[in-house]
C-alpha cells in the first residue's frame, strides 16, 4: 500500500498567492520527485531530488529533500491560472525495489471561487 | 513529440474481453515501467523492464495481467478476462540508467472502462 502521507489533501488558490505542500513518511527514501497531472493525462514531472538536504527550483517552484530523508516539500510562489491541477510526491524506498516509485495520494490545487 | 507514447489512448470493453495497451518509451531509455491509477489515488506499480527482461511485478499483477518488451523498445500490456474491477488508467513510463532508482517519465496514459 501507499507509504506516503501527502497533505493537504486539497487547497484553493488565489492568483498572485503561494502555495506550500508537503509529502512525509516513516520511511527513509533515496530520491523524492515531483509529479503534476492534469484531468485525463499522464503525471508530468517538475523536480528531482536526488540528495538529502538537497534545494532545486524549476521557475516558481522550489522542492527540498529533507536531512531525515523522510519528507519533502513543494512550494509554488506567485501562482497563476494553469498551476490548477493534482501534484503528487513520488520516491524510491531506501532499500527498495529499483523499479517501484511509491506515489502519494496527491494535493488538488484548485481556483478559489 | 519525443516523449513517452501510449496507444490507445481510451478503451471500453465488456466484461470478459481481452484488452491490449501498447507503450512507446523515449528512444533511448532502456527502463520502462508499467503503473495503474485509480480515481482519487496515486500511481500504483505493476511491472517493470530492463531491455527484454522483465526484472519486477507486483502483487497487483494478476495472472490475467501479461507485459511484454519482445525487442527492448515498445511494450505492451493485456489484460484477459476483463472485469469491472480492472478499470483505471494505465500509466506506461520510461528512464535511462542501469543502477536502478532513476527518474520516471509518464506517458498520457491509457484510460480503461470495463463495463
Given at each position: 500500500g501507499q507509504q506516503l502521507n501527502q497533505s493537504p489533501q486539497s487547497m484553493f488558490i488565489q492568483e498572485g498567492e503561494d502555495v506550500s505542500m508537503n509529502c512525509t513518511s516513516s520511511s527513509i527514501f533515496?530520491?523524492?520527485?515531483?509529479?503534476?497531472?492534469?484531468?485525463?493525462e499522464g503525471p508530468v514531472l517538475l523536480i528531482a531530488l536526488y540528495k538529502a538536504g538537497e534545494l532545486t527550483s524549476n521557475g516558481r517552484l522550489t522542492?527540498?529533500?529533507?536531512?531525515?530523508?523522510?519528507?519533502?516539500?513543494?512550494?509554488?510562489?506567485?501562482?497563476?491560472?494553469?498551476d490548477v491541477g493534482i501534484y503528487f510526491c513520488a520516491g524510491h524506498l531506501y532499500g527498495g525495489s529499483q523499479g517501484n516509485l511509491i506515489f502519494g495520494k496527491g494535493t488538488k490545487l484548485s481556483v478559489k471561487p | 513529440?519525443?516523449?513517452?507514447?501510449?496507444?490507445?489512448?481510451?478503451k471500453i470493453t465488456k466484461r470478459g474481453q481481452n484488452v491490449t495497451f501498447r507503450c512507446d518509451p523515449?528512444?533511448?531509455?532502456?527502463?520502462?515501467?508499467?503503473?495503474?491509477?485509480?480515481?482519487?489515488?496515486?500511481?500504483e506499480f505493476l511491472t517493470y523492464f530492463q531491455n527484454e527482461a522483465q526484472l519486477e511485478k507486483?502483487?497487483?499483477?494478476?495472472?490475467?495481467?501479461?507485459?511484454e518488451r519482445p525487442k527492448g523498445s515498445f511494450s505492451t500490456l493485456e489484460i484477459?478476462?476483463?472485469?469491472?474491477?480492472?478499470?483505471?488508467?494505465?500509466?506506461?513510463?520510461?528512464?535511462?540508467?542501469?543502477?536502478?532508482?532513476?527518474?520516471?517519465?509518464?506517458?498520457?496514459?491509457?484510460?480503461?472502462?470495463?463495463?
Open positions: 533515496n530520491t523524492w520527485l515531483w509529479y503534476k497531472q492534469d484531468p485525463g522542492a527540498q529533500f529533507g536531512i531525515t530523508r523522510k519528507d519533502s516539500f513543494l512550494n509554488i510562489s506567485a501562482s497563476i491560472p494553469s | 513529440d519525443t516523449g513517452v507514447s501510449q496507444d490507445p489512448r481510451h523515449i528512444s533511448e531509455h532502456n527502463r520502462l515501467y508499467w503503473y495503474r491509477q485509480t480515481l482519487g489515488q496515486g500511481p507486483s502483487r497487483l499483477l494478476s495472472d490475467r495481467f501479461s507485459a484477459q478476462r476483463t472485469e469491472q474491477g480492472d478499470s483505471a488508467m494505465y500509466l506506461c513510463a520510461s528512464s535511462l540508467g542501469a543502477c536502478g532508482q532513476e527518474t520516471q517519465y509518464f506517458g498520457p496514459g491509457t484510460r480503461l472502462l470495463v463495463l
